[in-house]
């Protein structure tokens, strides 16, 4: 078997030192050594750029260089290969000091066997290597998207890598020497206790943990410790690899409260069904005593009324809860949210302590949404009671509005969110908070934190049952003692601004061609009709695959397209997507009639021109025509 070999750079200007060099490493028989000899540093600074060495022996006085200075020269240049000190008896503190910055090792002349060369030409490349595999291994732990630390058994952090930088924001410069315990914790919980016990008896633990990070913020990570013993099996350290999965709780978190929503909306409809069948006979009962008796005495009367009263309350919170089971209809119309805001503040102005400041904030080009107002107006105001009431000292009661485009990031952060423009209402106040372990419930019917008698719980199941059934979202957030953020979406429409001129002149048409899509013959027959005598041109389609076929033929020429939503085999919204793709500037008024939210919600985001609730009056129509046919060529 071929000897190992070894490739040796000696820089030594000595003739007789360099000769002794070599003739020692020749009586070693278990390893080959080939030695390349330069009296100089310049010259073993030239040698080291053409050929690879593993191990560098040095005097440090040279013809060119001296002490020191010799070392650090060379090191500067060679930082990857083991170098071994040569020196004078006189010269030892030097090759100390050498070491130290970072030579492998050295050795005295007159004081050299050829067992000791080698041993130190060995240790030299070996303890080298092994300080490279160090700094790779370090590289790797820095290069780790986790958190990686090392504490001492006392919890002092020794080891911190960039991925703990990242996720904590304290450098390791920072945090070196500091306790874990008082740097990850508001303060060690049972959990953390408990942790620790197990780590010292098993030798490791995993779980879930809440870190808070340099600038106060809470952290979930998935924690794994490791005890790590030295050669005697006694513990030295505890080896911490942290994951953030904050974004992923606060997903399965949503997920959990949408999945609970849903079962208690199917319980409350059908209770809601039982209730309503219950409380019919006792109403109707109630008031067909109140007839057949006018003359009982008034204690009996009273008794009816209350009877009566009660019937019609139960059967308002029914109504409440169907509202929260399966969302609200009602007569939907393009609305501008910044007039009701409007409202909103005048009503609490003059209703609300005076110890409450309201603040607005409303963008002046805020979008139109499609809604019913007086459903908008039972939100504002259900939330802008709960804020009044948890600030019963007094403090700020702000609500803002602005235009929000939800892209594909925020959708991922948010169980219920969807891509496209939505408009953002935020109600938020100082008051007392809402505590963490009851913010996943208050939007459960009958959930309330208020004082019996002060509060059904059905308040907040509304608010949310009302904004989902406009095709919208809610999200909270609240700090005890700071107060509360209520956030709601609302999927916006691009509509012309109201028209204010009343001149009917102004809604004659110039021969714009307009189809008119809808599966009532009669309905199609009077559009036609009335839109003509506007000075329009119209064809009429009774499918949606009918008006495909014609937008198809005279696409260059069609100014604007009428779609009833609710047709049969082809609906509104999936014939206004076909035309979208023949043209995606296609100028349309949806006829909403008597629609689902999901339907309402679907078409909001299909860019539509507007809305056109049935039945509207020949005016109505002519007026939803004209801007339509305004708004851009199609």
């Given amino acids: 078997m071929e000897r190992c070999s070894i490739h040796v750079l000696l820089i030594e200007d000595n003739p007789g030192d360099a000769r002794l060099l070599w003739e020692l490493l020749l009586e070693v028989n278990s390893v080959k050594f080939e030695l390349e000899q330069v009296d100089r540093l310049s010259q073993g600074i030239q040698r080291l750029q053409d050929n690879i060495f593993d191990v560098i022996l040095l005097d440090l006085t040279l013809p060119d260089t001296q002490g020191f200075e010799t070392f650090t020269k060379l090191h500067n240049c060679a930082r990857n290969i083991p170098i071994v000190v040569i020196t004078g008896l006189n010269d030892e503190t030097i090759a100390l000091s050498a070491v130290q910055e970072g030579a492998q090792d050295y050795l005295v002349k007159g004081q050299l066997t050829g067992d000791l060369l080698v041993r130190s030409i060995r240790y030299a490349i070996e303890r080298k290597r092994t300080e490279h595999k160090i700094r790779e291994q370090a590289a790797l732990l820095d290069i780790a998207t986790d958190a990686i630390l090392v504490e001492d058994l006392h919890h002092e952090i020794v080891f911190w890598n960039k991925g703990a930088e990242q996720l904590y924001g304290w450098s390791a410069e920072e945090v070196l020497g500091k306790r874990t315990d008082a740097l990850l914790y508001k303060q060690p919980t049972a959990q953390f206790r408990e942790a620790q016990k197990i780590l010292f008896q098993q030798g490791e633990w995993s779980g879930e943990l809440q870190h808070i990070s340099r600038r106060g913020k809470e952290i979930i990570v998935e924690s794994r410790w490791t005890l790590m013993r030295d050669e005697d099996y006694k513990p ?290 009077s559009n036609k009709a009335l839109l003509e005598a506007y000075n329009y041109r119209v064809l009429t389609a009774n499918s949606g695959i009918e008006a495909i076929v014609l937008y198809t033929e005279y696409q260059a020429n069609i100014s604007l397209v009428l779609v009833d939503i609710m047709m049969p085999s082809m609906d509104g919204a999936l014939t206004i997507r076909a035309l979208q793709k023949i043209n995606p500037h296609i100028n349309i008024v949806a006829i909403s009639g008597l629609v689902s939210s999901s339907q309402i919600a679907a078409v909001a985001n299909s860019g539509i021109q507007s809305f056109l609730p049935k039945p509207y009056t020949a005016k109505e129509l002519v007026k939803a025509v004209s801007q339509g046919c305004r708004v851009h060529p199609p």
């Fill in 236 to 525: 030295k350290s505890i080896l911490v690899v942290s994951t953030d999965v904050t974004e992923r709780k606060t997903l399965e978190s949503q997920f959990l409260r949408a999945q609970r929503m849903e079962s208690l909306g199917t319980l409350a409809s059908g209770l809601a069904h039982d209730l309503n069948n219950i409380l019919t006979p006792i109403l109707s009962t109630a008031q067909l005593l109140q007839m057949k008796f006018p003359k009982t005495d008034e204690r009996n009367q009273q008794l009816l009324q209350m009877l009566e009263g009660n019937a019609k309350r139960g059967a308002m919170l029914v109504k409440q809860v169907l509202s929260f089971a399966r969302g609200v209809e009602g007569e939907r119309s393009i609305l501008q949210l910044r007039h009701l805001i409007v409202e909103i503040q005048h009503i609490i102005g003059e209703t609300f302590p005076k110890s409450i400041e309201t603040k607005l904030k409303v963008a002046q080009d805020l979008w139109t949404i499609t809604g019913n107002a007086t459903q908008l107006h039972q939100v504002l105001m259900n939330l802008c009671i709960n804020a009044r009431d948890a600030m019963p000292n007094g403090g700020t009661l702000a609500i803002a509005a602005q235009n929000l485009f939800i892209d594909e990031n925020y959708a991922r952060m948010n169980l219920d969110a969807k891509v496209g423009h939505f408009i953002q209402i935020t109600v938020s106040d100082t008051g007392s908070g809402i505590a963490p372990e009851v913010i996943d419930r208050i939007f459960e019917p009958f959930f309330t934190t208020k004082e019996f008698g002060k509060g059904t719980g059905l308040g907040l199941s509304t608010v949310i049952g009302i904004v989902k059934s406009h095709g919208g979202f809610v999200s909270v957030s609240s700090e005890q003692g700071k107060g509360t953020h209520f956030n709601l979406f609302f999927p916006a429409v691009v509509a012309s601004e109201p028209w204010e001129n009343k001149d009917s002149e102004v809604l004659i048409g110039n021969h714009e061609l307009v189809l008119v899509v809808d599966d009532e013959a009669a309905i199609c027959a």
